[in-house]
């Protein structure tokens, strides 16, 4: 069985910059991604950042693109995002996810590149309990 728990969220202003960390305890074998993704307000899961757990391959959603960096730390088995220049717009609660299933992971990145949500369908695998993200002007 596999654990999640996320940590780092807060409140920051506009412009301001956070680092939330997402910390495995279990089993993590069979990995195949792991995820960042962030419920907006129309209560809708979006993917933020995706990191291939073998070859550290990223993709970020556009609307996080050149300011959130995702990154892992395999020895601690810790998942990070590190947030930069934040926008109001990018208030929400952060969960992180261990997808399992490879094909989970490639509509993730397309799910990002089409600029839609998660499928509530999708068998993703292990979620954490998430962190609140509030961006003030």
């Known amino acids: 069985q596999l654990q999640l728990r996320e940590s780092g969220g807060g409140s920051v202003q506009a412009g301001g910059s956070l680092m939330v960390s997402c910390e495995a305890s279990?089993?993590?074998?069979?990995?195949?991604?792991m995820i960042w993704s962030r419920q907006t307000p129309e209560n809708q899961r979006e993917g933020v950042a995706l990191?291939?757990?073998?070859?550290?391959?990223?993709y970020y959603a556009d609307s996080v693109k050149g300011r959130f960096t995702i990154s892992q730390d395999n020895v601690k088995k810790t998942l990070y995002l590190q947030m930069n220049s934040l926008k109001p717009e990018d208030t929400a609660m952060y969960y992180c996810a261990a997808v399992m299933k490879f094909p989970s992971c490639v509509r993730v990145t397309t799910s990002m590149a089409l600029h839609v949500g998660l499928s509530a369908d999708d068998d993703f695998g292990y979620w954490g309990q998430g962190t609140q993200v509030t961006v003030s002007q």
């Open positions: 990191i291939y757990t073998g070859r550290g391959v990223t």
């Open positions: 279990g089993d993590t074998t069979g990995t195949q991604c």
